[in-house]
């Protein structure tokens, strides 16, 4: 079947620093998009989501940006902080009758002080 | 709404035995949804329930898996005969049609079999 991949599996930024985490789809049916944060031992947290009728929405301090033309995905945090520090998933919903969400193997975020 | 509850929060059992897990969704979303998460990877989709229906299980739900919501509102996953390939995370998530879906996620049951 086809499944979202990370194009990173580890991002180190300075804290204070933008950073930017990229996904690839594969689904071109896909219709709504969720980046997560996960904390070690705890459940996906969601963080913001976009449908496929959307190529830009921002939130507080986050920005996803939707390439339908290339099947690209990225999360965008600004002003980065060491409480940022997880693992961060994207999540892709299949379509108009499929209600699962497909996730990639995701990238581990370390803010360096 | 506290949001999705799972519980336990962590299992140890011996290879063999039957264990069995709950999840409680967020009250007002009628999907339900089972994941089961290795170290390093991303979520895996193992089934959900519209309701009390099941509506799709993942091949990688073997037949020692089963998973009910009987009323529509609570769900229980069981592992029979575990065996050491079954420790993972399983993790619970809900959603609604309305609100743009919101799929909220649990913290999840860690099932470590011994």
């Known amino acids: 079947g086809e499944s979202v991949g990370l194009h990173l599996p580890t991002l180190s930024v300075q804290e204070g620093d933008n950073s930017i985490i990229n996904c690839a789809y594969s689904?071109?049916?896909?219709?709504?998009f969720i980046w997560y944060k996960q904390e070690s031992g705890k459940g996906p947290q969601f963080i913001i989501d976009?449908?496929?009728?959307?190529d830009k929405r921002q939130g507080q301090r986050v920005t996803v940006l939707l390439n339908k033309t290339v099947k690209h995905l990225s999360l965008q945090i600004a002003a980065t902080q060491p409480g940022d520090s997880a693992v961060y998933f994207c999540?892709?919903?299949?379509?108009?009758?499929?209600?699962?969400?497909?996730f990639g193997a995701g990238t581990t975020v370390t803010v360096r002080a | 709404d506290t949001g999705v509850s799972q519980d336990p929060r962590h299992k140890i059992t011996k290879r063999g035995q039957n264990v069995t897990f709950r999840c409680d969704p967020i009250?007002?979303?009628?999907?339900l949804y089972w994941y089961r998460q290795t170290l390093g990877q991303g979520p895996e989709f193992l089934t959900y329930?519209?309701?009390?229906?099941?509506?799709?299980k993942s091949r990688l739900l073997s037949d020692r898996f089963s998973a009910e919501r009987p009323k529509g509102s609570f769900s229980t996953l069981e592992i029979q005969r575990t065996e050491q390939g079954d420790s993972a995370m399983y993790l619970c998530?809900?959603?609604?049609?309305?609100?743009?879906?919101?799929?909220?996620f649990g913290s999840g049951t860690r099932l470590t079999v011994v």
């Open positions: 998530a809900s959603s609604s049609d309305r609100a743009n879906y919101g799929y909220t």
């Open positions: 689904n071109s049916a896909s219709d709504y």
């Open positions: 976009i449908r496929s009728n959307m």
């Open positions: 999540a892709e919903k299949g379509g108009l009758n499929d209600y699962k969400l497909s």
């Open positions: 009250s007002e979303h009628n999907r």
């Open positions: 329930f519209q309701n009390e229906a099941q509506l799709e």
